[in-house]
């Protein structure tokens, strides 16, 4: 279970960061929560262990994560990523949104900048409020198709003119808010995940099971499974699609020629799968020299490693084409100290996900839909996914605003020059 955002995650705003406290609890994958106190504490809402650890912050959770066959999820039920800076650090998802504003803010300014190299007339601000008036109207449904289109073909709005450039600029705008929509759609199944999870850990007046026996594990099936992997569910599909998101405004920034306005079609995310040839650019358009490399951002669209969001693309597709229900099912693993835990006397959830073989395929029979014999834990699938998905949105922002500030350059330069 490597943790990926210790090595790349950093946030340039820390005030939206806050540090892991000794008296704070924390949220584990598998339902288990941890106070990061010298002796360690482990609390499932019955029990309370005191682990002693020569460690602390990330070191400690990392040492945690493998003791427990977890991830870390969060605080309070809600998602939160760690940081490699600011150091033993985290940041809530709400705010790790908030922290892509930076880079959204990055795109939207170089966008006004190229204005006048684009069209010989520098940003102006009446020239925005007038496009936001139109689609102000479209969104109202004081516009309809037709007066839409007809206000489109008038003359300030023909290509090469300042309206043309500020529709570009306002679409580009557009896209960058649904990719961060997505995200946060994303990120809160996670938190349904472990609300479900929570629920069964706790079992508040034995709703669920009887008193558990120290060393068992139990099958377990109720509405609240089913919550749980619904959740399971919906989190992959909100991870693809902001995937898809993301690559629609990657594809609608770097495309050749620059600057039309059009949105683009039907797109989905170039998965970078090991054996085939990635080729997340456009027909047309080519990485430059300018462009931020693997070293600054490896999880950039163009940066992407092989095998990464492994087995997402099958399993979307799966899910989305095929019976859901008979697909997943709806079933939890409860238990107390038992080797799934290294003997830590504590409850914990399992949901397990199916098999998949080494293209990341779920693994079929023609006699049996699925198999679960990988004991892959569904709750730290969703983690990781999210954890792959943050980071490729906050790089592959920082590569869009760097590949439009060299353009700005780059124009400058060829105005310079006699």
């Not at 008036?133 to 023909?158: L, P």
């Not at 349904?192 to 008193?211: A, S, T």
């Not at 869009?400 to 006699?418: D, G, V």
Request: with cysteine; net charge negative.
């Amino acid at each position: 279970m490597p943790a990926k955002t210790l090595v790349h995650m950093r946030i340039s705003y820390p005030q939206l960061c806050e540090p892991l406290r000794d008296s704070a609890w924390y949220d584990l994958t598998n339902g288990i929560r941890v106070r990061l106190s010298d002796p360690l504490l482990l609390d499932d809402g019955a029990v309370e262990l005191n682990a002693p650890f020569p460690m602390r912050g990330n070191a400690l959770l990392d040492n945690i994560e493998t003791l427990l066959r977890c991830r870390f999820h969060g605080r309070g039920g809600k998602t939160y990523f760690r940081l490699a800076e600011p150091k033993n650090h985290i940041i809530s998802a709400e705010s790790f949104i908030e922290a892509t504003l930076g880079s959204a803010r990055r795109i939207d300014s170089a966008l006004r900048r190229l204005s006048e190299p684009m069209t010989g007339v520098p940003w102006t601000v009446q020239g925005a409020e007038d496009l936001l008036e139109i689609i102000d109207a479209v969104r109202d449904g004081r516009m309809d198709h037709s007066e839409f289109s007809a206000r489109m073909a008038q003359s300030d709005y023909e290509v090469g003119t300042p309206g043309y450039h500020q529709l570009f600029a306002r679409n580009a705008h557009i896209l960058v808010e649904h990719t961060r929509t997505a995200l946060i759609r994303a990120f809160e199944c996670g938190n349904r995940m472990m609300e479900q999870v929570r629920l069964l850990i706790e079992n508040k007046k034995n709703r669920y099971f009887g008193e558990l026996i120290a060393g068992n594990e139990i099958n377990h099936t109720s509405p609240t499974a089913e919550r749980l992997h619904a959740a399971f569910i919906d989190g992959i599909s909100a991870v693809a699609t902001a995937l898809d998101l993301l690559y629609r405004l990657f594809v609608f920034l770097v495309r050749e020629p620059f600057g039309h306005a059009e949105m683009p079609g039907r797109l989905y995310f170039p998965y970078n799968e090991p054996g085939k040839v990635y080729a997340p650019f456009p027909k047309g358009a080519k990485p430059l020299l300018t462009d931020l490399g693997a070293i600054d951002l490896p999880y950039a669209i163009p940066n992407i490693v092989p095998g990464s969001f492994l087995a997402l693309r099958s399993f979307r597709n799966d899910l989305t084409h095929n019976m859901t229900s008979g697909h997943i099912q709806p079933i939890c693993w409860i238990g107390c100290g038992t080797g799934q835990v290294n003997g830590t006397p504590i409850r914990y959830v399992v949901a397990n996900a199916p098999d998949i073989d080494q293209e990341g395929k779920p693994l079929k029979h023609a006699f049996m839909e699925r198999f679960f014999s990988q004991q892959r834990d569904a709750t730290i699938i969703c983690r990781e996914l999210m954890e792959e998905l943050a980071l490729t949105a906050d790089h592959t922002l920082q590569w869009l605003a760097n590949r439009l500030e060299q353009r700005i350059l780059h124009e400058a330069r060829a105005t310079a020059e006699p």
